[in-house]
Nanobody, 123 residues
Framework: QVQLVESGGGLVQPGGSLRLSCAAS????????MGWYRQAPGKERELVAR???????NYPEAVKGRFTISRDNTKNTMYLQMNSLKPEDTAVYYC?????????????????WGQGTRVTVSS
């Protein structure tokens, strides 16, 4: 049906930057709201940023002003620019998308997750 693949994670020093990408593929009719989530060891998964199909964004206070979410609808790809990274940003980052896709009955709706990409902020 639909696959999401993240890339761009890695090791970065505090204060540094990383850019994550999430590419969607499959029998896509339309990608609706997309989002980035993260899960640190021993913690629950939490929202990092969300963007609607029209480009409206929202962020929790923990990342507001440091992270920027964007999307390229022509490429079915979402990005997360992360600046001024802190050790507490260390986590596995997951992309999520609400997708309308082609199915046997015409179009169907589904919610999809990527496999995650690890971000480590450490000196």
């Amino acid at each position: 049906q639909v696959q999401l693949v993240e890339s761009g994670g890695g090791l970065v020093q505090p204060g540094g930057s990383l850019r994550l990408s999430c590419a969607a593929s499959g029998r896509i009719f339309r990608i609706n709201t997309m989002g980035w989530y993260r899960q640190a060891p021993g913690k629950e998964r939490e929202l990092v940023a969300r963007i609607t199909s029209g480009g409206t964004t929202n962020y929790p206070e923990a990342v507001k002003g440091r992270f920027t979410i964007s999307r390229d609808n022509t490429k079915n790809t979402m990005y997360l620019q992360m600046n001024s990274l802190k050790p507490e940003d260390t986590a596995v980052y997951y992309c999520n998308a609400a997708v309308t896709y082609y199915c046997s009955s015409g179009v169907c709706n589904g919610d999809y997750w990527g496999q995650g990409t690890r971000v480590t902020v450490s000196s």
